[in-house]
């Protein structure tokens, strides 16, 4: 059986040739970048020597999915499930927002941010740092 191509081994393509495999029909999968993951991928912040997620950052129950690609690739339990689901944004002018459920709990500058550490740590967790 010839394979089937796919182009691009974004999350797409991987989860396309997944599914196939699975099924023990012959997959090719072609990237054009150096590493799989589209624009799900990360990269380490030069400033900070921070691991930074490029996307995805928001993955909810309903993706169901995605889920159950994960579930397959089994890397599912590497999840970090938020109990209240809660988004720290930062711009380089702007500083910090801690968004919960669209309510901005916290604002100011990278330096201001320090005085509201206890504020998003209490919705986050010491893990935030
Ligand atoms: C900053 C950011 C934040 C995001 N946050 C979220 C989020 O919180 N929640 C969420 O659900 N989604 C989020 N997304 C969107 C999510 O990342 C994308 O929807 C998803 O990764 C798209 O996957 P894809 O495989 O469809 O496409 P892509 O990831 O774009 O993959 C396409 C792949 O095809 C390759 N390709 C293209 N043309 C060719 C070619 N001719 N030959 C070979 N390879 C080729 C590309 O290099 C790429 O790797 C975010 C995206 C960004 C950029």
Redesign the pocket.
């Known amino acids: 059986m010839n394979p089937v191509v796919i182009?691009?081994?974004?999350?797409?393509?991987l989860a396309a040739g997944v599914h196939l495999a699975s099924r023990r029909i012959p997959v090719v999968v072609?990237?054009?970048?150096p590493a799989?993951?589209?624009?799900?991928y990360s990269f380490t912040d030069s400033v900070s020597g921070e691991t930074v997620d490029?996307?995805?950052?928001?993955?909810i129950a309903g993706?169901t999915r995605t889920l159950r690609f994960l579930e397959t690739i089994g890397t599912i339990n590497q999840l970090m499930i938020q109990p209240r689901p809660c988004i720290v944004f930062h711009h380089p002018v702007r500083g910090f927002r801690v968004m919960d459920f669209g309510e901005v709990i916290a604002r100011g500058t990278s330096d201001e941010i320090q005085g509201n550490e206890r504020v998003i740590e209490a919705y986050l967790g010491p893990q935030w740092r």
């Open positions: 182009v691009g081994g974004g999350l797409s393509g072609l990237e054009q970048k799989a993951g589209g624009r799900a490029n996307g995805q950052h928001l993955l993706y």
